[in-house]
């Protein structure tokens, strides 16, 4: 498994050196789009429209249109902003879980501890534990600036990203707004069904059956021979090895220092504010102050995550046309390249940063 992400965490003063992996992986069985007639392997090209020529990736930049005129941005645009650089996962909230709303969660990734001491992990996991709050964090992958949060699995911090608020589609059915009544016969029956299938949820007892009847039909394809030289039929496979360089370690501060040095930072910022507020109308301020935060674009409802269950599907049979034999080839699944950077405690710039495919 390769680290996606190298930097760390920062609440406060206190810095959590960590490494990021992909939390979930396809199970899906890789297939590819050949040609009906012989077999063989539809491929796409990147052409240009000006000059016809196939173009490599290294030679592709993005642009933007405004419908008038057109923008090129190259790598080393998108480098130079300041957000490219960031290397923190930083902590801008610390809120009850049932105000997360699962519709904004996106993907998970797994926290691994790193540094001569995980004792500040260590720390952030049980507070989050004891406080039952959820860490609403602000980072960036992969040029871009990214909402998540920060929750607790089996004792590993997991970072899971978030839609932004405006990502959020609302959406009005009429048929919900619908005054219809429901008789007092229809909810015990409707009742009386939960309780049929009310029972606790366990992810292993669900299975893709698609896949696994499609995993049988190839191999059944092969078992009577119907199948092609994947060579001939494909070419010869890249290599798709390489692994992402070990990052440095960051510099972790005194832990104990650290948090006395952020509750300091914090009762001063309060003294600070109400002596403003003496000083212009003579009062005292009758609250407290609550501490500045980054806006977090999270939406906040009281909805809490409901499990639903699976229900698998079957693929039909479908006859082989023409008695032309296909073949298709397992191939594994494809690991994104790394995007890291090497992490050092109070540096946001000049860590090198390492392009994703």
Not at 144 to 169: C, F, N, P, Y
Not at 195 to 209: G, I
Not at 248 to 260: T, W
Request: proline fraction near 3%; charged fraction near 30%.
């Amino acid at each position: 498994m390769r680290a996606v992400w190298s930097g760390s965490i920062t609440f406060g003063l206190v810095n959590v050196p960590v490494k990021a992996y992909s939390a979930t992986k396809r199970h899906d069985v890789a297939l590819h789009q050949v040609h009906d007639a012989d077999g063989g392997r539809i491929r796409y090209q990147r052409r240009c429209e000006v000059c016809g020529k196939k173009i490599d990736y290294e030679h592709i930049d993005k642009a933007y249109e405004d419908g008038e005129q057109t923008v090129v941005l190259t790598d080393e645009d998108f480098e130079s902003l300041p957000e490219a650089q960031n290397d923190e996962i930083e902590v801008v909230q610390f809120v009850p879980s049932d105000q997360i709303d699962p519709l904004t969660l996106g993907k998970s990734y797994f926290l691994e501890p790193q540094g001569k001491s995980p004792k500040s992990y260590l720390l952030l996991r049980q507070a989050l534990e004891d406080t039952d709050r959820t860490a609403v964090v602000t980072f960036s992958l992969r040029q871009k600036t990214r909402l998540g949060v920060l929750r607790v699995q089996d004792r590993i911090l997991v970072l899971q990203s978030m839609h932004w608020a405006d990502e959020v589609r609302e959406v009005d059915f009429p048929a919900v707004r619908s005054r219809s009544t429901i008789g007092t016969k229809e909810k015990k029956l409707a009742a009386a069904l939960v309780d049929q299938f009310a029972s606790d949820f366990t992810p292993e007892d669900f299975v893709d059956s698609y896949q696994v009847e499609l995993r049988q039909l190839i191999d059944a394809k092969l078992e009577q021979g119907e199948a092609l030289d994947t060579e001939a039929t494909f070419g010869e496979r890249p290599d798709e090895s390489g692994h992402g360089d070990a990052g440095e370690d960051a510099e972790v501060i005194d832990l104990m220092q650290a948090l006395k040095a952020s509750l300091d930072k914090k009762r001063g910022g309060r003294r600070t504010a109400a002596k403003k507020s003496r000083s212009t109308s003579g009062t005292t301020p009758s609250g407290t102050e609550k501490p500045d935060s980054k806006a977090s674009g999270g939406r906040k409802t009281g909805a809490k995550t409901s499990s639903s269950k699976a229900s698998s599907s079957k693929a039909s049979s479908s006859k082989a046309s023409g008695g032309r034999k296909t073949g298709a080839k397992k191939s594994g699944s494809s690991g994104k390249k790394p995007a890291k950077s090497s992490a050092t405690s109070g540096e946001k710039s000049g860590s090198r940063r390492r392009k994703s495919a």
